[in-house]
């Protein structure tokens, strides 16, 4: 059976700022630049142990899943290629804001709601769904994605059935590894 491999970006300013990022890009720190490096080491591992296969990586265009990307690929000389359905969702007049505002967190269990000038989750799910259904089209080839918490979220719901309530509240750790039968 054919895998998908997902990791989050490291940690960054925003991160610590507890800030929305979303479509806004902020770098990573050092610890996320570490964090990034660590996964690229224990993905190494796992290659070179047999444990896992991976073609290509394929990397969000904003800086802090592209450095990650960039890390990962340095260590495990995977080759890497951007692409530009992997970046986070816009969450409009949210991006900045404290992300466990209350305010925040009830927005975003409306999933057909742009947040005044961002992008619906349902647009999000849209295009990150098509790219996982052309992966799937490529039985011969193994993926790692690289990209954002969100995208995480959708990635999860493509695999598992989530209520609302955990759609919503779904989240992974910085440079965490999810992997997912296609």
């Known amino acids: 059976m054919n ?15 507890n800030k929305i990022c979303g479509a806004t890009d902020s770098p990573l720190t050092e610890l996320g630049h570490e964090q990034a490096r660590e996964t690229g080491r224990n993905l190494k591992n796992m290659l070179d142990r047999g444990e896992i296969h991976i073609d290509q990586i394929l990397t969000s265009p904003l800086s802090r899943a592209r450095d990650t990307a960039e890390e990962i690929s340095k260590i495990t000389g995977l080759p890497l290629a951007v692409e530009p359905r992997l970046i986070e969702q816009n969450f409009g007049k949210w991006e900045g804001t404290p992300r466990n505002g209350l305010d925040f967190m009830k927005a975003k269990e409306s999933f057909s709601d742009h947040f005044d000038g961002g992008e619906s989750m349902l647009q999000v799910a849209q295009r990150i769904y098509n790219l996982i259904d ?5 039985p011969d080839q193994t993926f790692l994605l690289v990209a954002h918490n969100g995208i995480a979220r959708i990635v999860e719901s493509y695999f598992r059935d989530l209520t609302n309530q955990e759609f919503a509240a779904f989240g992974i750790k910085n440079a965490e590894i999810r992997e997912y039968d296609l």
């Open 134 to 138: 052309e992966l799937k089209g490529k």
């Open 3 to 17: 895998k998908l491999y997902f990791v989050r970006h490291g940690q960054t300013i925003w991160n610590v700022e």
